[in-house]
T-cell receptor
Framework: DQQVKQNSPSLSVQEGRISILNCDYT??????FLWYKKYPAEGPTFLIS?????DKNEDGRFTVFLNKSAKHLSLHIVPSQPGDSAVYFC???????????FGQGTELSVKP | NAGVTQTPKFQVLKTGQSMTLQCAQD?????MSWYRQDPGMGLRLIHY???????DQGEVPNGYNVSRSTTEDFPLRLLSAAPSQTSVYFC???????????FGSGTRLTVV
């Protein structure tokens, strides 16, 4: 049973426009959510996180939105840059515990 | 700081062979985890540990053993390799106070 789902395997966006990556979760006990970015042949790198007590968190061009009632989070990248082209994973945990569950990933392509 | 170091980077095993994937971190992180990445499946948690002497199963633990005798090291053992264990394996660590795991660069394992 996939507890964290990213239903879009890929997304293509023009440089300078907004990229919106989506993630759904089924476990209502999750209270901490993260986004990771991964380039080929490298390990994932932490991008941004959000606690369930918030509905929005910003860090530069990256904003994560959390809708607890819909069990949905999204990552907005504005403006998108070609260097943002990578696979993006969302992840979730309970009580910021050691058990972090990932989604399947969405491959973002930002075209010049 | 080396971060999270995984060895080897590449390995080919024959079905039935055993081996240990090594993982070491020099950041004094309490939490450590092992993930495998397969196409279309994202990152799946194999085993994790919240401190020396404490380990627990993740989503896909079968066929793998772990132990955590020190804070720094978290080896992953394949007892009898199977072709289904062909994958890229990532080790990660984090401190209790921050939810973002730091990942190693991965081990690409092929079982023939």
């Amino acid at each position: 049973d996939q507890q964290v789902k990213q239903n879009s395997p890929s997304l293509s966006v023009q440089e300078g426009r907004i990229s919106i990556l989506n993630c759904d979760y089924t476990n209502s006990m999750f209270d901490y959510f993260l986004w990771y970015k991964k380039y080929p042949a490298e390990g994932p790198t932490f991008l941004i996180s959000i606690s369930s007590i918030k509905d929005k968190n910003e860090d530069g061009r990256f904003t994560v939105f959390l809708n607890k009632s819909a069990k949905h989070l999204s990552l907005h990248i504005v403006p998108s840059q070609p260097g943002d082209s990578a696979v993006y994973f969302c992840a979730a945990s309970r009580n910021q515990g050691g058990k972090l569950i990932f989604g399947q990933g969405t491959e973002l392509s930002v075209k010049p | 700081n080396a971060g999270v170091t995984q060895t080897p980077k590449f390995q080919v095993l024959k079905t039935g062979q055993s081996m240990t994937l090594q993982c070491a971190q020099d950041m004094n992180h309490e939490y450590m985890s092992w993930y495998r990445q397969d196409p279309g499946m994202g990152l799946r948690l194999i085993h994790y540990s919240v401190g020396a002497g404490i380990t627990d199963q993740g989503e896909v633990p079968n066929g793998y053993n772990v132990s955590r005798s020190t804070t720094e090291d978290f080896p992953l053992r394949l007892l009898s390799a199977a072709p289904s264990q062909t994958s890229v394996y990532f080790c990660a660590s984090r401190t209790v106070s921050h939810g973002g795991y730091t990942f190693g660069s991965g081990t690409r394992l092929t079982v023939v």
